[in-house]
């Protein structure tokens, strides 16, 4: 008996595929990297009790006893408190759930990168892997520089209120305001690799990031006094040099990609022309490649037999 079933169509040699193709893969992208992500949720979840939860709380948890605690509880605890009955449902699992995205960050960023590359050419491929790597390490550094001034800022901004006060956070504006600032430390990390981004596709010159660097650093001081969630001076200096740090080895960047661009440039003879000026052409054909391809199976004319069948 022949086999009825539905066989999976064969991929294309040349790459090429229908909008309903790309739509499917997608989908099917998708449905992957959301599993990863159910994945990385629920072992958070489960690791919430196991560390999580206090690796959380540490920050809290190290602050001088007179600036946090409960009326009566001993110097060692650091209780959070909810003000309802699913609060600390939820707040398990927003924490779960992020902490599932990050974990699982690279199963679903190669689902991702697997349905682009087949557009991208060779050196767009190596860029992309390079900036993927970039900027996951920058978000990650700022991330961890947040979490390790997190007790810094908190006790700086809980003991404004003075003596005799003793500060009764929620669970839920704690966590927060951890989440939030780690987010925001990590995503101010990033600036600095879209300048080096510009700087790569011609855009923005390494003169221009030169002749702006005190307003670069000004506003880098200014972004970091209005970014950050504790507005206390010690978190913005601690998120804003690091990314001045960061804009100068972005200018130094820029300055060694200008260099190898003017030198290739200078052997291409393409020195020295204006915007409006033709660059130098070859004035003869070109030589046609007159060599079959190996893909080109379609028997030509002079291949077909000449005598017929009878």
């Known amino acids: 008996m022949r086999d009825r079933r539905p066989r999976r169509p064969e991929r ?22 959301l599993f990863f992500v159910l994945i990385g949720t629920a072992v958070a979840f489960w690791w919430y009790e196991h560390g999580l939860g206090e690796f959380i709380r540490a920050p809290y948890c190290g602050l001088d006893p007179d600036l946090r605690g409960l009326p009566g509880q001993s110097d060692g605890d650091c209780d959070l408190v909810i003000t309802n009955v699913l609060g600390g449902a939820l707040i398990r ?5 992020i902490v599932g995205v990050v974990v699982s960050a690279p199963f679903w960023l ?3 990168w697997a349905f682009l590359t087949p557009g991208l050419k060779k050196n767009e491929k190596r860029y992309g892997v390079g900036f993927v790597a970039a900027s996951t390490t920058l978000f990650a550094l700022g991330a961890a520089l947040a979490y390790v001034s997190l007790d810094k800022g908190l006790a700086l901004l809980l003991g404004l209120a003075g003596d005799g006060v003793t500060a009764l956070l ?20 990033e600036l600095p690799l879209i300048a080096v981004a510009l700087n790569l596709i011609g855009v923005l010159s390494h003169g221009a990031l030169a002749k702006s660097r005190r307003w670069i650093y000004f506003l880098t001081i200014v972004f970091a006094a209005f970014i950050t969630p504790t507005q206390d001076p010690f978190t913005m200096l601690a998120m804003a040099a690091p990314m001045c740090v ?31 000026e033709a660059s130098p052409l070859i004035d003869g ?3 046609l490649d007159t060599t079959p391809s190996p893909l080109d199976t379609t028997p030509s004319r002079l291949d077909e037999p000449t005598h017929t069948q009878r």
Do not use: C
């Not at 699992?93 to 759930?97: G, T």
């Not at 804009?247 to 204006?274: N, S």
């Open 12 to 33: 294309d040699a040349a790459a090429t595929m229908s909008l309903i193709s790309h739509l499917r893969e997608l989908r099917n992208r998708i449905g992957i990297a």
């Open 170 to 189: 929620t669970a839920e504006e704690y966590i927060g305001f951890v989440i939030s600032l780690l987010v925001a430390f990590g995503v101010s990390f």
């Open 110 to 112: 190669y689902q991702l």
């Open 246 to 276: 960061l804009f100068e080895i972005a200018i130094q960047f820029a300055r060694i990609v200008d260099k190898r661009r003017a030198k290739r440039e200078a052997e291409q003879g393409l020195t020295g022309l204006d915007d409006d």
């Open 93 to 97: 699992l927003k924490i779960s759930f």
């Open 285 to 287: 054909p070109s030589a």
